[in-house]
Structure formats: structure tokens, C-alpha cells
């Protein structure tokens, strides 16, 4: 018998699933949770947005670090986790279906925590996709593939949420995407070889200093950032005076989709500097310049100030992704990498119950509705990205690099 001829694996073709999963993300996170809500809710709808974002993440919480777990124990009988990619895609699609086609509030409640539990079979499997088949010398470059198709899913996501007025063909044509970009993925990766067998890579999971640090300046940028990104559709009724909900849902969709292909532009920028320079310095100036876009949107009242921030937030977030990505790649156990993710991952799916919650909670303590409430949120904002950055110099270069 001849022998197989041996793939690389492409970047592009690993990172692919992740435009479909960010455009489900980019639809909801970003647009249609919180319009959804301004329609179904009966009270205050900012209150009732916080609550059910922090219930849905909560759920996405326990999931990934139950699968990632589970995805370990089978990696390490030579699977290729594409199992879960497959299961969280197809059950992604149905709950999409159920989340667009909600009548009630509960309706929609109970479909977002599904989604949340299906969805999130896959993301935490796949987000060690880049460790179980690409060489470490080339993290930084794969990593921008992964922060690039993330802006680019994000982007689609929230274009179609702007711009398809029916609920059940947006549903329709997300779940599509979910499931087109995951037969791909799976393709590519039942073809190419997988990177040494991880049980003869060291040991498994445990917590070390590096990891605590990286996961704790993760979550407060991602707080940072979700904080944004759950009070923008607020920030343009509220602030910018728009008072239609559909123009509302346009503006802040071509808002979203500007700061994502922005993204993706910075990530491309940051894919080189991310594998020669200190990372924690790639990961620092992206930040920067988040910060710096936060106090923009908060001092400004018009289209101007907003686009300039949304300038200044798409890039330096790309930027930052790369970083971020990198590191993680490094500091993570291999022999232990989906669970690791599962956990790590955390550091993003905590903030999405955390930047509700807290902003929720200082609003009705502050008093401030209206106007001012964005304002509040976006400078809460500010304070955590910026923390959170400044947590990450706790972890040395040796350990980034090693």
C-alpha cells in the first residue's frame, strides 16, 4: 500500500469555524440580545438585558470547562476533538433557529441559554486547535488567522443582524455559516497530522502562577471589552439620540462591523511583531489604544468623536488579540490543552457575567439612566481594560518565551 502523503495544516483552514462561531457572537453579543429584549421585555430593558446576559454566560461558564475535560480524556486516545466541533455547530444552528423565533421573553430566555450550552460543546474543544496541529515557531502567525476571522466573523454578524429584518432568516442564514465554516474545519483537520501525542508531553492541568496571572489580565480586558460591546446599542439611543430601534440596530451594526474589520486590519499588522518582539509589549500598545478609544466615545456627542474611537478601539483590539492568542499558546500545558482552553476561556466567558452585573449593579446604586448610564459603563470600562493590561507585566518574558 502507498504510503500517505503528509498536509500542513493551513491556518486559515484550522481558523475558518471561528468566523462562523464570532458571527453568531457578533449578531447577538453586539445587536440582537439586546434588541430582542427592547421587544419582548415588559420592564426596563437595560435591567432585563444585564440579567439575561448573566445568565447565559454563566451557563457557557460551566459548559466549556465540563467539555474541556472530556475533550482531554479523548485527545489523549488520539482524537481529534472534531466530534465536538461537529455537535456544538449542529446544536448552535437549532437553538439559533429557537433564539430568532422566540415570541416571549421566556421564550427567549430559556433559547439564549441553550445556545449558550451548545454552542459552547465546540469553543472550547476547538480553541485548542492551533496547539494540537501547528508548530509553536508559528503560534504567532496562526494566532492572527484566529484574531482576524474573529473581527471578520464579528463584522458578518453584525451585518446581518443590521440589515435582515426577518428574525427567522437571520437565524437561518447564522446557522448556515456555523455549519458551512465547521465542515470545512473538519475536513481540513481529519487530513493533516496532529502534533505529538499530548500524553508524552508532560503533565496535566494545574494551575501555576503564570497561568493565574494570565487568566486574571485577560478577564479584566475582556470585561473592559464587553462592557463595551453590551452597552453600545444603549450608547447610540441613549447618547447619540436616536430613537428608532431599527436605526438604532443600524447604526450600532455599522459601528460593530467598522471596530471588527478594524480588528482584523490591527491583527494583521501585529501578526509579525507578535512572534519576534515581547508579547506582553504587542498585547500593551493594542490595549492602549482601546483605553485611550473608551475615553473618546465617553467625551463625545456626535458621529464624530464615535468614529474616531471606533478607529482607535478596532485596531488596538486586533492588535491585542494576537498577543493574547500567542501567549496563551505558550503559557498553557500542552498535555492538557483543552481543558486548559475550557478554563482560560473562562477568562472570557466570566466578563460576559461580570461587565452586566457590575454595570447593572453601579447604575441603580448611581442612579444614572439615560444618558448618562452608557457613560458610566464605558468609563467602568476603561478602568478594567486598563487594570487587567497592567496585570499581564506580572508574568515574565522567560515564561512567555520558553
Not at 500598545?285 to 478601539?313: D, K, N, Q
Request: charged fraction near 10%.
Amino acid at each position: 500500500m502507498p504510503a500517505l502523503s503528509v498536509r500542513a495544516p493551513s491556518a486559515f483552514a484550522l481558523a475558518l469555524f471561528w468566523l462562523g462561531v464570532q458571527a453568531v457572537w457578533g449578531a447577538l453579543l453586539g445587536i440582537s440580545l439586546q434588541s430582542r429584549t427592547i421587544e419582548l421585555s415588559a420592564g426596563n430593558a437595560l435591567i432585563a438585558y444585564g440579567r439575561l446576559a448573566t445568565l447565559g454566560a454563566l451557563v457557557a461558564a460551566l459548559t466549556q470547562v465540563a467539555i474541556g475535560f472530556w475533550s482531554d480524556a479523548r485527545r489523549r486516545r488520539a482524537s481529534r476533538r472534531v466530534e465536538f466541533y461537529v455537535a456544538g455547530a449542529v446544536g448552535g444552528a437549532v437553538t439559533l433557529a429557537c433564539f430568532y423565533g422566540a415570541r416571549t421573553f421566556f421564550e427567549l430566555t430559556v433559547a439564549f441559554i441553550a445556545l449558550q450550552a451548545t454552542l459552547n460543546v465546540a469553543i472550547g474543544p476547538y480553541q485548542a486547535i492551533i496547539p494540537d496541529f501547528v508548530e509553536r515557531e508559528r503560534t504567532g502567525a496562526a494566532s492572527s488567522w484566529m484574531a482576524a476571522l474573529q473581527g471578520a466573523g464579528n463584522a458578518v454578524g453584525a451585518l446581518a443582524a443590521s440589515f435582515i429584518v426577518n428574525a427567522r432568516a437571520l437565524g437561518a442564514s447564522l446557522g448556515a455559516l456555523l455549519l458551512a465554516t465547521c465542515a470545512i474545519t473538519v475536513s481540513h483537520a481529519s487530513r493533516v497530522p496532529l502534533r505529538d501525542a499530548p500524553a508524552t508531553q508532560g503533565p496535566r492541568f494545574r494551575a501555576t502562577r503564570a497561568f493565574v496571572d494570565l487568566f486574571i489580565s485577560r478577564a479584566l480586558v475582556y470585561v473592559g471589552f464587553y462592557t463595551l460591546l453590551g452597552y453600545l446599542l444603549f450608547y447610540v439611543t441613549d447618547v447619540l439620540g436616536v430613537t428608532s430601534l431599527a436605526n438604532a440596530r443600524r447604526e450600532t451594526g455599522i459601528l460593530i462591523v467598522a471596530f471588527t474589520l478594524l480588528g482584523a486590519a490591527g491583527a494583521a499588522v501585529a501578526a509579525r511583531p507578535s512572534d519576534r518582539l515581547d508579547k506582553r509589549l504587542v498585547a500593551t500598545l493594542g490595549a492602549a489604544s482601546f483605553i485611550a478609544a473608551l475615553g473618546v466615545f465617553i467625551a463625545s456627542h456626535g458621529m464624530p468623536g464615535v468614529a474616531l474611537a471606533t478607529l482607535l478601539a478596532g485596531l488596538g483590539w486586533g492588535v491585542f488579540l494576537v498577543a493574547d492568542w500567542a501567549i496563551a499558546c505558550r503559557v498553557l500545558p500542552p498535555a492538557a490543552m483543552a481543558a486548559a482552553m475550557g478554563i482560560w476561556n473562562l477568562a472570557i466567558v466570566l466578563p460576559q457575567i461580570v461587565a452586566p452585573a457590575l454595570t447593572t449593579f453601579v447604575v441603580q446604586r448611581l442612579g444614572t439612566f439615560g444618558p448618562q448610564a452608557p457613560r458610566v459603563a464605558f468609563g467602568l470600562a476603561l478602568g478594567e481594560t486598563f487594570v487587567g493590561i497592567a496585570w499581564l507585566w506580572r508574568l515574565s518574558r522567560c515564561t512567555i518565551e520558553e
